[in-house]
């Protein structure tokens, strides 16, 4: 018995530790994690749905915007960008009904339309892709002056 003693106090610091770990376990971990009566959530909280359901929208899509902007809607719905949130390029709808005095985000560098425009091999062939505005302006045979933007010569809400 001499000889495991050192194996019974290894165990019992073993068991203990295990405890403390149950012990804080059961005060970090909300009720609504992982198992809620009889359903499984695995690595969720289930109170976390309604807490998000009752924070404020930020992004709200089209059809909140043509309330107040109709007389775009038709240009959009024509146009090529009739599948993109007004969103995407303007920022979130809350920022701007909070402050209706303030103008929407309106960012025409370059920059935001290469997000979708920029080329890649991975885009479909038929979709309208750009190595770049200086190399865009130069195919167009046009002059690139420092500054110009793709909204110079594009209207986003009419693309061609």
């Not at 390029?89 to 920059?111: E, R």
């Amino acid at each position: 018995m001499k000889h495991y003693s050192h194996i019974i106090r290894f165990a019992l610091i073993l068991v203990l530790v295990a405890i403390g770990f149950l012990m804080v376990r059961s005060f970090l971990v909300p009720d609504s994690f992982g198992i809620y009566g009889t359903y499984k959530y695995g690595f969720h909280r289930g109170d976390s749905d309604k807490e998000q359901a009752a924070r404020p929208a930020l992004y709200r899509g089209v059809d909140k915007c043509v309330q107040c902007h109709g007389e775009q809607k038709n240009n959009i719905i024509a146009g090529g960008h009739k599948e993109v949130n007004c969103e995407a390029c303007h920022g979130v709808w809350q920022a701007h009904n909070s402050q209706t005095k303030s103008v929407v985000i309106k960012d025409i560098s370059s920059d935001v339309c290469l997000l979708c425009h920029q080329k890649l091999d991975a885009r479909p062939k038929g979709f309208p892709q750009v190595e770049g505005l200086k190399k865009h302006m130069l195919e167009q045979e046009q002059d690139f002056e420092d500054g110009m933007a793709c909204g110079d010569c594009h209207d986003p809400h009419e693309p061609m």
